[in-house]
């Protein structure tokens, strides 16, 4: 049995509070992309706590029997992007959260207030 969207945000949401993740902000997006239900964007304060967080995303998707398809940007840890299918998520270390702030590039999107 596979998991859905919905089911897969909640895993990914709650290994990123499980590592201290900072403003994490998920955002529905099925209305206005084809590429994923949700986008859920979150930081670090430092580059192992980047890493930290992408492993425990990793390790609680794969543990509730889900599929990483890819993950990029793992070893330099400042944005880390783990492709869940339906779910994306981007990893960021503060700094390059900031620079490059891809909440405002989906804008459109509405934020899903929990899970």
Known sequence: ?????EEILTIV???IE?????NITSLDIKEISLIADYFV????NSEPQ???IAEEVKKSVEKGNGNIKRMEGYDTARWVLIDIGDVIVH???REDRE???????????KVVESV
Not at 1 to 5: C, E, G, N, P, Y
Not at 41 to 44: E, K, N
Request: overall charge positive; proline content about 0%.
């Open 1 to 5: 049995m596979s998991l859905s969207s």
């Open 18 to 22: 499980e590592k201290k993740g900072y």
């Open 41 to 44: 964007i979150c930081h670090g």
């Open 13 to 15: 949401n709650n290994a």
């Open 91 to 93: 990893v960021f270390h």
């Open 99 to 109: 620079y490059y702030n891809i909440e405002r590039l989906w804008s459109d999107a």
């Open 50 to 52: 980047v890493k930290a």
